[in-house]
């Protein structure tokens, strides 16, 4: 292995994935190591990726950065939820909204007593109790740490911004912190003769980057971890079948909503995702279904308002990196892995990764166990994140094309498939403890793609049937009442500029 201490780290790609991963080195390390991130304005970067979610709340927290200058910035807005129509049936639609829904009980969640409420004679929708779904739905948003005068949590949230804004914004701030940037074009890639580790980057213009530990973030190109390393890539096209994407922005929406909408199609979906000063549209698609011309006209047929571009086409591959660290090589963003930006997860991977590495940065040289953990992490994280999306596929009852027949026959890997079984027969979901997604996002996503649980946990019976119309009234009310007084989101956001 590599026992020489590290001393200089070299990021390659100025994305997303580069200059997060820039900041956040720049912020742990300080300037205890020389780091230096190359980036080609020829090539320039994938430029789509605008909605997260809750937890790049920390990232941008752990670097300090100031919420109101960062949306200024970044023209972003707020986000509670996503919403998806057409999934489960054309026509039905659902949130997953995030934080959590009604009030949890020891030992028995929300959903079994609304489940056993759903026997009454007006049953209401799950997400009557879902404070961000409500809040959402009437474009509403204010800070709210909790529903005043209870315990109960109040919203939580993420936001849509514009990734290139994004990147440049973190490039301030890391070059402040003292990341080095070199503009140019990677041409060669030299490797130690004996180890086979990189040892420096030679750019077009003839100017050598010599360094210790390099992080691959050249995106699809993955020149280091791929065409230099030969990392080897696991394929999940046959669970997750869409293999495109169109992506167009449109004309500023009047007042933004707080969600990102998930439209599905006969052959893929559509997202919308509203900013400040435009509204990000893509259409991801399988090319086995639509051809690029049909996928361009559903695409924009469907905008919310007058397309301001060109649509561009992405081809992609579904899967991940077997080895995202090798020898002293650690790819970040889609170099190391994708998975379609259903419930946008994209940035949070590079978030999670680039924490990864500083957990795990090998000061005093680079040691076996280190990678080796690495890696463990990063493939469990990916394949419960690859379940999770596989279900909105999975769980379809529509009859309309080819596309939905065959994800509905599909065979699911045994965790997701064992998950589904139970959550049907007895309405019981356990999160394994290393899952990004919460119960409550589950329960959302089964609810909505319609497998109602059969049965409901004994325990919501310990309540007599007037305790329950109780319990659920009351915390409709709660709601209600919250959801009331809050604020438009586009007040929210006409403050954040000063307005
Ligand atoms: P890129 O943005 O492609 O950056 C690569 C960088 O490497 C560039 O700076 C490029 O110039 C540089 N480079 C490449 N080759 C060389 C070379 N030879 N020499 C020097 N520099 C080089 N994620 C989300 O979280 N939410 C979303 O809503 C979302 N939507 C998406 C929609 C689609 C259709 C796709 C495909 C992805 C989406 N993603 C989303 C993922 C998100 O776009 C990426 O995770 C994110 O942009 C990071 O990309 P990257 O930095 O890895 O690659």
Redesign the pocket.
């Known amino acids: 292995m590599n026992e020489s201490k590290i001393e200089r780290l070299v990021i390659?790609?100025?994305?997303?994935?580069?200059w997060m991963t820039a900041a956040l080195m720049a912020k742990v390390l300080g300037r205890a190591i020389d780091i230096v991130l190359?980036?080609?304005?020829?090539?320039?970067?994938?430029?789509?990726?605008?909605?997260?979610?809750p937890p790049i709340l920390h990232f941008n927290r752990a670097l300090g950065l100031d919420e109101r200058e960062f949306l200024r910035e970044t023209k972003g807005t707020i986000k509670l939820g996503i919403q998806f129509e057409n999934w489960w049936k054309t026509g039905e639609s659902y949130m997953h909204a995030f934080g959590t829904i009604g009030k949890n009980f020891p030992l028995c969640d929300f959903h079994h007593y609304w489940r056993r409420s759903q026997q009454g004679a007006t049953p209401a929708s799950l997400w009557d109790y879902s404070l961000n779904y409500q809040a959402a739905i009437h474009n509403k948003f204010a800070h709210l740490a909790q529903i005043q005068g209870t315990s109960l949590p109040g919203l939580t949230y993420a936001y849509h911004f514009d990734?290139g804004l994004y990147?440049r914004f973190l490039r301030r701030y890391s070059e402040r912190s003292g990341v080095r940037r070199i503009e140019?074009?990677?041409?060669h890639v030299q490797r130690h003769p004996d180890s086979g580790h990189v040892d420096s980057l030679l750019?077009e213009n003839g100017e050598r980057i010599a360094g210790d530990l390099f992080v691959d973030?050249?995106?699809?190109?993955a020149?280091l971890i791929d065409k230099t390393l030969g990392v080897d890539y696991e394929d999940w096209s046959h669970w997750l079948p869409c293999d495109r994407?169109q992506?167009v922005p449109s004309a500023a929406p009047r007042a933004p909503a707080p969600y990102?909408r998930a439209i599905a199609h006969a052959a893929g979906w559509q997202?919308q995702?509203p900013l400040q000063h435009r509204t990000?549209n893509?259409l991801?698609y399988s090319s086995a279904h639509y051809s690029d011309e049909q996928a361009r006209e559903i695409l924009l047929s469907h905008l919310p308002g007058e397309a301001l571009a060109e649509p561009k086409t992405?081809a992609?591959r579904t899967g991940r990196r077997r080895e995202p660290w090798h020898k002293n090589v650690i790819s970040?963003?889609?170099?190391s892995g994708?998975l379609?930006?259903l419930e946008?997860?994209?940035?949070?991977?590079?978030q999670t990764a680039a924490t990864r590495l500083a957990k795990l940065f090998p000061h005093r040289g680079i040691q076996p166990e280190e990678i080796a953990e690495y890696n463990r992490q990063s493939q469990v994280e990916m394949e419960r994140i690859r379940d999770f999306i596989i279900l909105h596929y999975k769980a379809n009852a529509r009859h309309d094309s080819d596309f939905w027949r065959a994800c509905a026959t599909m065979d699911v890997p045994d965790g997701l498939r064992e998950k589904m079984a139970l959550f049907a027969k007895t309405g019981k979901l356990f999160r394994d403890y290393d899952d990004l997604f919460s119960e409550a996002a589950w329960q959302q996503v089964l609810i909505g793609q319609g497998i109602l649980p059969e049965d409901y946990h004994p325990l919501a019976d310990n309540l007599s049937e007037q305790q329950l119309a109780e319990l659920m009234q009351n915390l409709k009310i709660l709601i209600d009442g919250t959801v009331a007084k809050l604020p438009q989101h586009a007040q929210f956001l006409r403050a954040v500029n000063g307005g």
């Open positions: 390659v790609g100025g994305g997303t994935a580069g190359v980036e080609s304005d020829k090539i320039g970067s994938v430029g789509v990726g605008e909605a997260t979610i990734a990147a140019g074009t990677v041409d750019l973030c050249t995106g699809m190109a020149l994407a992506a990102t997202w995702i990000g893509g991801v992405i992609f970040i963003g889609l170099s994708f379609e930006p946008s997860t994209s940035i949070h991977l590079i």
